[in-house]
């Protein structure tokens, strides 16, 4: 049995023992008293692995993507094309999370009941004008950023840092780089150590949410998978306009050679395994193999086209269900946060870097993280959708900016 299997299956346990022995209060109550403690310390060993994986994901996402730039023109322009979609796509899913959840909105009985399963609401300052907001992701003292969490001014330190480190020696870069990546090669060990504890805390706040939530957390649930997977949905329709807008690929050919990429993207969850489809795919709309054999593994390897706009849309829907008014300046900065987060992510499943992506995000907003422990285990829906959406986009970006080697790989064909 797979992992987000037994996950799923340990949410749906949970709820459903916690459902059922609601109905006696004493057998209830001692239930809660030991999932309560459970929970909360899998989900501070969650916590405690996001800030040096964030830190260390940077350091050698900016060093990975600077040495690509420096790689060749192609390059440089699969990586501007990559930032500017990755803004966009942030951008689309936080003007259109808020106009979903108020077309559709989150049940107002089951948001209340996950709320005080969850702790209540949480007191929320008022939102700071963009000036103090602009000058407080300056940290005076990184290291009091780091102890307090304050992600933000922790990822903007962690980006003036990375980026100065190209200017020193040749030597002192790599060595740094390499502690860097094993930092983060050892925090994802330690990650995957606490995801096969995952059962046991899943089960446990799964247990917490049934008993005091009852029923209603199932529909919440179903709520939310709807939303999220609709923006990852909206990521994939993007990247058919970007087709049209961009490239010299008609969109019907795009489509049809897109699809058996697509399918196989779904079947599997990962854009690294279905590469070689991808390959197959714009080979067959005339990008020559020599440009796609750059262009399509750098994306792979630093363009998750879905992540800045469905962890934006997550943070959103927390915030719209525990109440918390975010302003406009605070999403602008948590969609530079996702995309910034993004580069240089590794193609592992979204259950393993959901907590690295998502944190920063939801601290940018200033909304509460206790429901992540609880969305993690039905990441593998939204899991679909993401990879639909990754993929889709990557052979967007190939189509796109290899447009002028297709045109001439044509032109060289209609003349032979």
């Known amino acids: ?6 996950i799923l299956l340990a949410l749906l346990a949970g709820l459903l023992g916690g459902i059922l022995i609601a109905r006696w209060g004493e057998a209830a109550r001692v239930g809660i008293l030991i999932a309560q403690p459970v929970g909360t310390a899998w989900l501070n060993a969650l916590q405690m692995t996001v800030i040096p994986l964030v830190v260390s994901l940077l350091v050698t996402g900016v060093a990975s993507t600077a040495e690509a730039a420096s790689a060749g023109k192609l390059a440089a322009r699969t990586i501007v094309g990559t930032l500017v979609l990755l803004v966009l796509n942030g951008t689309v899913a936080a003007l259109l999370t808020p106009l979903i959840l108020n077309a559709v909105p989150i049940p107002v009985d089951a948001a209340r009941a996950l709320r005080g399963a969850l702790g209540g609401s949480p007191e929320v300052a008022a939102a ?83 008993a005091r939530a009852g029923s209603a957390a199932f529909g919440a649930l179903v709520h939310y998978l709807l939303v999220i997977s609709a923006v990852g949905v909206v990521v994939t329709i993007v990247a058919y306009l970007v087709v049209v807008a961009g490239a010299r690929v008609p969109v019907a050919q795009f489509a049809k050679q897109a699809l058996p990429a697509q399918i196989f993207a779904v079947s599997t969850q990962s854009s690294l395994a279905t590469l070689p489809a991808m390959l197959k795919a714009v080979g067959a709309m005339g990008v020559p193999r020599g440009a796609s054999g750059v262009t399509l593994p750098l994306g792979v390897a630093m363009f998750r086209a879905t992540q800045p706009a469905m962890n934006v849309a997550i943070a959103m829907y927390i915030g719209r269900w525990f109440g918390v008014e975010v302003s406009a300046g605070a999403v602008a900065a948590a969609v530079l946060v996702g995309t910034v987060t993004s580069l240089g992510s590794i193609s592992l499943p979204s259950q393993i870097t959901f907590f690295a992506s998502v944190v920063p995000i939801a601290s940018a907003m200033g909304v509460p993280l206790a429901p992540l422990g609880l969305l993690i285990a039905v990441e ?24 002028d080697q297709a045109a001439d790989a044509v032109a060289e064909e209609t003349l032979a």
């Open 1 to 6: 049995m797979s992992r987000p299997t037994r």
């Open 380 to 403: 593998t829906i939204p899991d679909i959708f993401r990879t639909l959406g990754n993929v889709t986009s990557n052979l967007a970006l190939t189509a796109i900016v290899t447009r």
């Open 128 to 210: 700071p004008p963009i000036g103090e907001l602009f000058a407080a992701i300056i940290p005076t003292n990184v290291f009091a950023a780091a102890s307090n969490g304050a992600l933000l001014s922790l990822i903007v330190f962690t980006l003036v840092f990375a980026f100065a480190l190209a200017r020193i020696d040749a030597e002192g870069r790599a060595l740094l780089i390499r502690l860097s990546a094993a930092i983060r090669d050892t925090m994802l060990v330690v990650v995957g150590w606490v995801l096969l504890l995952a059962p046991i805390g899943v089960f446990a706040l799964a247990f917490l949410v049934g």
